[in-house]
């Protein structure tokens, strides 16, 4: 089906690679007209951690209420759109087959083109969405740095331009939140575990154990879990409580650690690709620490760090319009036959960094 889009174009996003379904309608990709995102957090908290099977039955459950209610939020209907965007991937295969159903069942039921986002394009994009009335969020300064830091992902992006992207680094392991999950839950603070160390951390001394920066030689990739080892010996020899801080020094110098660590990779990244701007992206973006080291960096580059609103930086829908919206310019419309992918990489990956 062909595909026209100009800054007035009206796109329905649908996202639901993880544990949250999510539905945005966005006018010219970026204006924000409505945004739903039903999460799964309490659903899979007594677990630990997301369940797959668990999350593609609750997403069948919720996605029609949840873009029916982005749609009457919005205020438009169906004839108004012009496209629908979906996350193909990268994602839980069960997770993203539900959203890629349902809106090719929109798409064909109500005669629209289909537009297939890759979901970290989703999470770069979320630097530029926006309210009705507000200015835009980010501006596009190229060549841009995004490290997306998420509970799946820790993807270095160097973009020169729209649809031109670069992999820098990526993790080779665990994703940066993953650590921080996995390290609550040692921790006994229960999922997810990222914003209850933020918390917990405020309160304690980052420095108080030296926690490992690691570091993979001749390379910007990342690699968590000899952190989360170091973790777990430090509480199997010492327990929780060793240092006068307790539960709070140990929440501040893993966390301190995970930044650090972050931020180390992003300034190597920035400097040797001179790029004009960085970016934050991912549920690890609302991290304190994490804000605060991208800070300094931002004073020592004399380069702009630029993040989205707090409720965009984990996954959300707004961003899978977005994306749509940029992929639709560029690409067309996708195929009603397309398939959705638990791996899709956004671009090639420079093994060196550099
Ligand atoms: O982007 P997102 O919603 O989902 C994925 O695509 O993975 O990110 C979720 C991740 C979780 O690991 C969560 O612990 C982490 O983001 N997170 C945080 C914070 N808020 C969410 N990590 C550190 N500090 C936070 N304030
Ligand atoms: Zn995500």
Redesign the pocket.
């Known amino acids: 089906m062909t595909l026209k889009l100009n800054s007035n174009s009206l796109i329905l996003g649908i996202e639901s ?2 544990d ?1 379904t999510a539905a945005a309608v966005l006018r010219g990709g970026r204006e924000i007209l409505s945004s739903v995102v039903a999460s799964q957090d309490k659903l899979h908290a007594r677990f630990g951690g997301v369940v797959p099977e668990v999350a593609s039955r609750k997403h069948v459950e919720v996605i029609t209420i949840v873009v029916d209610d982005a749609m009457k939020r919005a205020g438009v209907n169906w004839d108004d759109l012009a496209a629908i965007a979906v996350t193909q991937g990268p994602g839980l295969i069960g997770s993203l087959l539900v959203g890629m159903s349902a809106a090719k069942g929109y798409a064909i039921g109500r005669g629209l083109p289909l537009i297939g986002v890759n ?1 970290i394009e989703g ?1 770069v994009m979320s630097n530029f969405v926006h309210e009705p009335g507000e200015p835009p969020a980010g501006e596009d300064l190229m060549p841009t740095l995004c490290l997306v830091a ?4 820790s993807d270095l992006v160097l973009i020169s331009d729209w649809g031109q992207y670069l992999i820098l680094g990526w993790t080779r392991d665990d ?1 940066a ?2 650590a ?2 996995k390290a609550a839950r040692v921790m006994g603070l229960g999922y ?4 209850v ?2 918390r917990l951390a405020r309160g304690g001394n980052p420095a108080a154990i030296g926690f490992p920066r690691p570091v993979i030689a001749g390379s910007l990739d990342f690699s968590f879990s000899g952190l989360k080892t170091a973790l777990v010996r430090h509480v199997q020899e010492h327990g929780l409580e060793a240092t006068p801080g307790g539960l709070a020094d140990l929440a501040a110098s893993f966390q301190q650690a995970v930044a650090d660590t972050l931020v180390r990779n992003v300034r190597a990244a920035a400097a040797h690709w001179r790029v004009r701007q960085i970016m934050m992206a ?3 973006a ?3 620490c ?1 804000r605060a080291g991208m800070s300094a960096l931002q004073a020592e580059l004399g380069i702009p760090v630029h993040y989205p609103a707090l409720r965009f ?3 959300n829908a707004a961003m899978v319009a977005a994306a749509g919206y940029v992929t639709g310019l560029r690409k067309g419309a996708s195929e009603l036959n397309m398939d959705p992918y638990s791996t899709l990489p956004l671009a090639e990956h420079v093994p060196n960094g550099g």
């Open positions: 690679s993880c949250e979901h999470h998420s509970g799946g992902h994703a939140g993953e921080l999950d997810p575990g990222g914003p160390i933020d991912g549920g690890v609302a991290n304190s994490l930086c984990t996954d």
